[in-house]
Nanobody
Framework: VQLQASGGGSVQAGESLKLSCKTS???????????KAWYRQAPGNQRELVAE???????NYQDSVKGRFTISRDNAKRTVYLQMNSLEPDDTAVYYCNIKYGSWDYWGQGTQVTVSS
């Protein structure tokens, strides 16, 4: 199983980006039954949870991104998304997608998001 994250880039504060995390080698039932999440890690900081989407469809967000970020998935494409609006300089980090299913724990390679003021 591989997770390929994409969509990062350099933007100005207030702009938007949409990250994608496409899975390969994961069967449909595993993808739909998994917990999906995006994490980020800024230089000098620990990796932190940004948003999660449970297998039951519930979402949870870090307080700092509530109302600005939206996590979603396309089961047919086996892809997880993170729509990021009203980006702020503090959102600058490497963003990682994560999929957990039972004892299986998969990570993408990370995509850089840089927000300048």
């Amino acid at each position: 199983v591989q997770l390929q994250a994409s969509g990062g880039g350099s933007v100005q504060a207030g702009e938007s980006l949409k990250l994608s995390c496409k899975t390969s080698g994961m069967i449909w039932s595993t993808f739909t039954g998994s917990r999906k999440a995006w994490y980020r890690q800024a230089p000098g900081n620990q990796r932190e949870l940004v948003a999660e989407l449970t297998s039951g469809g519930s979402t949870n967000y870090q307080d700092s991104v509530k109302g600005r970020f939206t996590i979603s998935r396309d089961n047919a494409k086996r892809t997880v998304y993170l729509q990021m609006n009203s980006l702020e300089p503090d959102d600058t980090a490497v963003y990682y997608c994560n999929i957990k299913y039972g004892s299986w724990d998969y990570w993408g390679q990370g995509t850089q998001v840089t927000v300048s003021s």
